[in-house]
């Protein structure tokens, strides 16, 4: 290869050192086969730039991931107060008939006073031709003015209902805004990485790229390599529940799906979109992100994992995938990649948590 292409590439991975993110690779852990040597007529780039190369594909799609996981986030809390709105929107409906009849009530109690005339008791009593039908009417409007008293005192509550309900919705409409706003610039942010790390990839000839796939294999196998071989593996003897079958029984069904981010089937899944489907299909309602994965769900001890439980990757929580046992995870890694049955150890371990502990 003459100097020219060394050029192209040495410019390509100077471009993507601007770029200051981080990693979320998702790859197989089978054993690379070896690089393939250059032939003589061509000097190779060298694999010392293609792992540049590669760390900064690696960075630019966790930069992505992260900002998927802040879009899906977004996506969930718009999707609750736009639910919470309609609910209020109901509520201010019911409390408004509710006091439209309790007008009619006050109106009526209004008139059947007038129509008494308005006299004190005493003078209704000297008049009456029967005090003893007086007294029993008298009682008779006891009991109406203690009613006409709570007449009015649920008025005044429902009117304070309906100013509630109001300002609540529209609390819920400037969250709703907010949400909107953050999903805008989350998926700005996650087009423009995913863009970059094209263009980059695009800058590499066919032998480039082939090469660079064997350095990602390679990482990930050193990785899950290292991981098993610190007899972790010997520690694991957890069986799946009923639910976590399903659970892992749904993801398997995935394989061979593509990745696209925000998706949470039945076509195509990100991370946490296969894995919050899964737990779904078993029947147990889990977080949307993986990040709110990791915060909510019951944290488990990686000697106790059990297939159906989920790993979460990087000190961020910005990854997630199903382990399924025997050291394997099925993992929706990253755009331009299937889900795919890879080693539970390739990536580094935040920790594990269980859906149905």
């Not at 439980?309 to 890694?333: K, R």
Request: charged letters at 25%; one cysteine or more.
């Amino acid at each position: 290869m003459g100097t020219g292409k060394r050029g192209l590439v040495a410019t390509a991975v100077t471009v993507v050192c601007a770029i200051t993110v981080l990693a979320a690779p998702g790859t197989a852990f089978a054993s690379p086969d070896p690089t393939p040597s250059a032939s003589a007529s061509s000097t190779p780039v060298s694999n010392k730039d293609l792992e540049a190369v590669r760390d900064k594909l690696d960075k630019l799609y966790h930069d992505a991931a992260v900002a998927t996981d802040s879009y899906n986030a977004a996506e969930e809390r718009a999707k609750q107060q736009s639910a919470a709105i309609v609910g209020l929107a109901k509520e201010i409906v019911k409390g408004q008939r509710k006091l439209d009849e309790l007008k009619k009530r006050a109106g009526a109690a209004a008139a059947a006073q007038y129509r008494t005339g308005g006299l004190p008791d005493e003078a209704q009593l000297l008049l009456s031709d029967d005090p003893q039908e007086f007294l029993d009417g008298a009682g008779r409007v006891m009991q109406g003015e203690r009613a006409t008293k709570g007449l009015i005192a649920e008025m005044t509550q429902t009117q304070q209902d309906l100013k509630q309900y109001a300002a609540d919705a529209a609390e819920q409409w400037k969250q709703l805004e907010a949400n909107r706003k953050a999903k805008d610039a989350a998926r700005k942010k996650i087009k423009k990485q995913i863009a970059a790390a094209e263009k980059l990839e695009s800058q590499l000839e066919a032998e480039e790229k082939a090469r660079l796939a064997e350095l990602e294999e390679e990482a990930a196998f050193k990785a899950q390599t290292a991981w098993l071989d610190s007899g972790i593996l010997d520690e694991i003897k957890g069986k799946a529940s009923a639910q976590g079958k399903k659970a892992v029984e749904f993801a398997t069904k995935q394989i061979g799906k593509p990745y696209v981010w925000g998706a949470e089937g039945p076509d195509s899944y990100d991370c946490s979109g296969l894995t919050s489907q899964a737990w779904a299909s078993a029947g147990r309602p889990i977080p949307r992100t993986s990040q709110e994965q990791w915060k909510q769900l019951k944290h488990i001890d990686i000697k106790d994992m059990r297939p159906g439980d989920l790993i979460i990757y990087f000190d961020d929580a910005s990854h997630v995938g199903m382990y399924i046992g025997d050291g394997a995870m099925v993992n929706a890694p990253r755009p331009g990649r299937t889900v795919s049955i890879v080693g539970a150890g390739s990536m580094p371990i935040l920790g594990v948590v269980r859906p149905d502990a």
